[in-house]
Structures are given as structure tokens and as C-alpha cells.
């Protein structure tokens, strides 16, 4: 029970990379505020806890919106004394190039990826300072390499990173006592990456192939290997981590 008397909240909880970490957060006995833009989505989860003997609230959340964060803010203050945990998971994918993706495409992709991360960290800092905590942001290996058919995912994700260290490095300097990481997954058996396949069509077979293949380690990651990952950087296992990059990607990245 590494989590006993710790409050988390995951934005995007409702399903995927989200829910695998919101449920295995509580597994370990932490109070858990899923949040995503799918009320219905986050409410499963939840419940999903509470069933399991856990505690557990949904909230509706759209992570673009500076006002839906302080909504949720003040609904955590309201319930817990402090945040302990902050997961900035919530995310979306869009396939393009530099001459396919239109200005609305990347303004669409980076408010959510990029926006939300930061808009979460400035909302949720206050609840942090006090007791100190852990933000783990949620990037990908595609923030770390280029591909070039995700410009505007690219440029989203590589902002996470580059935006935790900067997080991170103000902490620090300023004695807050929290910590802050990003999460950098692979190819991860997920819905998005599910829906992204299916929208490449008769591509789509030759591209897993192409993959996996490119995966030492000979397969697609799990929801839960990333949850276990963010339950490292929640816990005092990684007390003396900040800044830093954890990529959990079979060895794609280290060709």
C-alpha cells in the first residue's frame, strides 16, 4: 500500500493509459480523481475502484479549458486537504505531415497535449506546495524522436518533456519539495492506438509490421506497464528523481 493516504488525480482516467494508471494508483491504496472529457468514461473507472474496495470520485474535465481546471481545483480542495499526485495523462493523437496538417489541426493537437499539461501543473501547484508531491506528465517516445508524419504530435509531446524539466527545476529551486517527471511510452496496445491504426486503412497492417519489427523486444507494450511506471515516480522510490525522462518502450528508442 504505497499510496495509503496520498490523493491522486489522473486527467484522462477514463480510459486507456488513464484508467490503467487510476486503477493501479488505488490498487495501492490511494484516493483517486479520475478526470476526463467523457463523464460517463471517468464514472466507470471510478466505480470500477469503489466496487474493488477503493476510493474513488469521477469529474468532467476538457484539460484546454483554464476554467474546467479550476472547477476541479476547487473540487479537490473542497474534498482532500492536499493533492499529493498529479498525472497529466489526457491526450490526443493526429496523424499529418508539415503540408497535410492545417493550423487548426495542430492548434487542435497541441490544447490538449501541450496546453493541458501546462494549464494542470499551474492549478494544481497550489494544492502541492505544502506537503510536496509528484507530477508525472504522460509524453512519448514521440516526444523524444521525430516521425514524420506527426508534426504537430511530435511537437506536443516534445513540449511535455522539455515543459517538465523546466516545472521541475522551479520546484526545486523554490523548495516546494515537489517532483516532476515525464513518462515517455512506446507503442502501447491502447484505444488510441487502436483508432490510429484503423484510420491508416490498407496501410495500417504494413505500418504494425513495420513496428514491431522495431521493437527488440518483439512486441507491444500494456496499459499496465506505464501505470507501473507512473506508480514509481508516485512513490518514494523515485524520491531523488526530478527533471528526468522515463521511457518504457521495449528498447524502440535505443537503436
Not at 23 to 37: K, N, P, S, Y
Not at 109 to 123: A, I, P, Q, T, Y
Request: proline fraction near 3%; glycine fraction near 10%.
Amino acid at each position: 500500500m504505497r499510496m495509503n493516504n496520498k490523493t491522486a488525480l489522473v486527467t484522462g482516467g477514463g480510459s486507456g493509459l488513464g484508467a490503467a494508471s487510476s486503477l493501479r494508483l488505488a490498487e495501492e491504496g490511494a484516493q483517486v480523481f479520475v478526470t476526463d472529457i467523457s463523464e460517463a468514461s471517468a464514472e466507470q473507472v471510478a466505480k470500477t475502484i469503489r466496487e474493488a474496495g477503493g476510493n474513488a470520485s469521477a469529474l468532467l474535465h476538457d484539460v484546454t479549458q483554464e476554467a474546467d481546471w479550476l472547477r476541479v481545483h476547487d473540487a479537490i480542495a473542497k474534498a482532500c486537504p492536499t493533492l499529493d499526485i498529479l498525472v497529466n495523462n489526457a491526450g490526443v493523437a493526429f496523424s499529418g505531415n508539415i503540408e497535410e496538417t492545417t493550423l487548426d489541426d495542430w492548434r487542435s493537437v497541441n490544447s490538449v497535449n501541450s496546453d493541458g499539461v501546462f494549464l494542470g501543473m499551474k492549478s494544481c501547484l497550489p494544492l502541492m506546495t505544502k506537503p510536496g508531491g509528484s507530477i508525472i506528465n504522460i509524453s512519448s517516445i514521440e516526444g523524444i524522436v521525430g516521425d514524420p508524419g506527426l508534426i504537430a504530435y511530435n511537437a506536443s509531446k516534445g513540449a511535455v518533456r522539455l515543459m517538465t524539466k523546466s516545472a521541475a527545476l522551479h520546484c526545486a529551486q523554490s523548495g516546494y519539495g515537489i517532483r516532476v517527471n515525464s513518462i515517455h511510452p512506446g507503442f502501447i496496445e491502447t484505444p488510441m492506438v487502436e483508432a490510429g491504426l484503423a484510420a491508416m486503412g490498407d496501410a495500417a497492417e504494413a505500418f504494425y509490421e513495420r513496428i514491431l519489427a522495431a521493437i527488440p523486444m518483439g512486441h507491444l507494450g500494456q496499459a499496465t506497464d506505464i501505470a507501473n511506471a507512473v506508480l514509481f515516480l508516485a512513490s518514494n522510490e523515485s524520491r531523488y528523481m526530478t527533471g528526468s525522462e522515463l521511457v518504457v518502450d521495449g528498447g524502440y528508442t535505443a537503436h
